[in-house]
């Protein structure tokens, strides 16, 4: 693997090394744009509100509206959840443990009943769409964990990635081994004998088989060293600049702030903020309760 630290890329850099010390791990922390009063909203929170986020979320490549789903009969995880995707966007997904975002990813892929609200992909309705559905549709989904087979080569899952279009298997492994040589390298690898580092880049690659025109990503950082944690971002911007929009979850909130387009602070089933990835990483109050030191200390 290549040091991303190393990088001749200017706009893959990150501006400051890795400090692992400095990710928001806010477990317990609480926004709650709920109540407050009028007027007193900030750019991030009035973005968040319904009849804003109805406004920009116009024309979406992904929308999901005022989602209620859960897991449990009479216990709702999501709580009118709204989100959309714009063509060619990386929107990343930040909040505390527990908040619901890998359940909004599970739901926009059709894995979580869907109790009220809707998920449309270039304005056709999904909701609850079978995933077989949703990857022909061009939807890739990349679970947080058991998201390759161990069994397998590398080589073996990249065909499994490429199930529904096995002609097309030579051309898109030779483009997911340009994004991440190590496949190509080690194809006859076994999976199961790889890092997690190895993994993530296997399950990454295996989505990205299929051609996706969208790519869930949920937690592609996690558990992994920090030089491994900066090349997965850095080949989320890559996948991304080939026209794929990725929507990424990530519990490494800033450099998922520094590196996507939008981003939404997740609390309790709602989005409590969404905006820039840069007007978020300097909002006081995102700081406040999900970067800063009050969001670790709680
Ligand atoms: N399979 C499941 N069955 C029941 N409850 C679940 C399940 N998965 C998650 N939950 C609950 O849903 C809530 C949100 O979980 P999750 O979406 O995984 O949060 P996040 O990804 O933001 O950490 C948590 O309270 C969690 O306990
Ligand atoms: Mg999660």
């Known amino acids: 693997m290549t040091d991303p630290r190393h990088s001749t890329d200017p706009a893959l850099e990150f501006d400051r090394p890795v400090d692992a010390g400095d990710d928001t791990d806010a477990g317990t922390t609480r926004a709650g744009t709920a109540g407050a009063p009028a007027g007193t909203l900030s750019p991030a929170e009035k973005a968040a509100t319904r009849e804003e986020h109805l406004r920009l979320a116009e024309g979406a490549l992904v929308r999901a509206d005022d989602?209620?789903?859960?897991?449990?009969?009479?216990?709702?995880?999501?709580?009118?959840?709204?989100?959309?995707?714009?063509?060619?966007?990386?929107?990343?997904?930040?909040?505390?443990?527990?908040?619901?975002?890998?359940?909004?990813?599970?739901?926009?892929?059709?894995?979580?009943?869907?109790?009220?609200?809707?998920?449309?992909?270039?304005?056709?309705?999904?909701?609850?769409?079978?995933?077989?559905?949703?990857?022909?549709?061009?939807?890739?989904?990349?679970?947080?964990?058991?998201?390759?087979?161990?069994?397998?080569?590398?080589?073996?899952?990249?065909?499994?990635?490429?199930?529904?279009?096995?002609?097309?298997f030579k051309e898109r492994?030779?483009?997911?081994?340009?994004?991440?040589?190590?496949?190509?390298?080690?194809?006859?690898?076994?999976?199961?004998?790889l890092s997690g580092g190895e993994r993530q880049m296997v399950a990454m690659g295996r989505a990205l088989m299929m051609e996706p025109s969208v790519l869930l990503l949920d937690e592609p950082s996690a558990g992994l060293s920090p030089a491994y944690q900066d090349e997965v971002f850095i080949r989320c911007r890559r996948i991304n600049a080939t026209g794929v929009s990725i929507i990424m979850v990530e519990q490494n909130a800033r450099r998922c702030l520094q590196i996507c387009d939008r981003g939404y602070v997740l609390d309790q089933g709602r989005n409590a903020y969404t905006d820039t990835g840069e007007s978020l990483m300097h909002d006081p109050k995102v700081i406040e309760l999900y970067l800063g030191t009050l969001a670790k200390a709680r």
């Open 173 to 193: 492994f030779s483009y997911v081994s340009d994004l991440f040589p190590m496949l190509g390298e080690r194809r006859s690898t076994k999976a199961g004998s």
């Open 67 to 168: 989602l209620v789903a859960g897991y449990v009969p009479g216990v709702n995880i999501l709580r009118g959840c709204d989100f959309y995707l714009q063509e060619g966007e990386l929107v990343g997904i930040i909040g505390p443990n527990g908040a619901g975002k890998s359940t909004l990813l599970k739901t926009i892929f059709g894995l979580i009943p869907v109790r009220s609200g809707a998920v449309s992909l270039r304005g056709e309705d999904i909701t609850s769409a079978p995933a077989h559905r949703l990857v022909s549709l061009g939807v890739g989904y990349v679970p947080q964990n058991n998201n390759v087979f161990p069994s397998l080569t590398i080589e073996e899952n990249m065909q499994m990635g490429a199930y529904l279009r096995p002609k097309v």
